[in-house]
C-alpha cells in the first residue's frame, strides 16, 4: 500500500520560512518524479513544485520561484519543500503526489501524478 505523509507545515509570519517534507512507503520511491501542490482557502488545487524521478530537474511556479527549493533524497525516500521569505498568499493546505510516468512538462498538471498524500496545513500571517 502506497503512503505519502507530509509533514512541517505550521503557522509563521510572513518573511518567515518552512520545511515541509514528505515520506513515501509502499513504491519504489526512486522510479517516481515528485511534485509539491496546495489550495488555498476558496481556491483550486495548484501546482508549486516537482522534481523529476532523477534529480536532475526541478520546476517551479512563477509565484514562488526564488523562493521555495524542492529536493529529494531516494535513501530516506523523502522529498523536501523548503520554503522562504513566506507571504500570506502562501497560505493553503500543501499536498506531494507521486508520479510514475509524467513527462516533465507534464509535471504541473494534477492528473500526472499516481498517488497523493493527506496534505499538511500552512499558514502565513502577515
Known amino acids: 500500500q502506497v503512503q505519502l505523509v507530509e509533514s512541517g507545515g505550521g503557522m509563521v509570519q510572513a518573511g518567515g520560512s518552512l520545511r515541509l517534507s514528505c515520506a513515501a512507503s509502499g513504491l519504489t520511491f526512486s522510479s517516481y518524479s515528485m511534485g509539491w501542490f496546495r489550495q488555498g482557502p476558496g481556491k483550486e488545487r495548484e501546482f508549486v513544485a516537482a522534481?523529476?524521478?532523477?534529480?536532475?530537474?526541478?520546476y517551479y511556479a512563477d509565484s514562488v520561484k526564488g523562493r521555495f527549493t524542492v529536493s529529494r533524497d531516494d535513501a530516506k525516500n523523502t522529498v523536501t519543500l523548503q520554503m522562504n521569505s513566506l507571504k500570506p498568499e502562501d497560505t493553503a493546505v500543501y499536498y506531494c503526489?507521486?508520479?510514475?510516468?509524467?513527462?516533465?512538462?507534464?509535471?504541473?498538471?494534477?492528473?500526472?501524478?499516481?498517488?497523493w498524500g493527506q496534505g499538511t496545513q500552512v499558514t502565513v500571517s502577515s
Open positions: 503526489a507521486a508520479s510514475l510516468l509524467a513527462v516533465d512538462r507534464a509535471l504541473h498538471r494534477s492528473n500526472s501524478y499516481n498517488y
Open positions: 522534481i523529476t524521478w532523477s534529480g536532475r530537474s526541478t
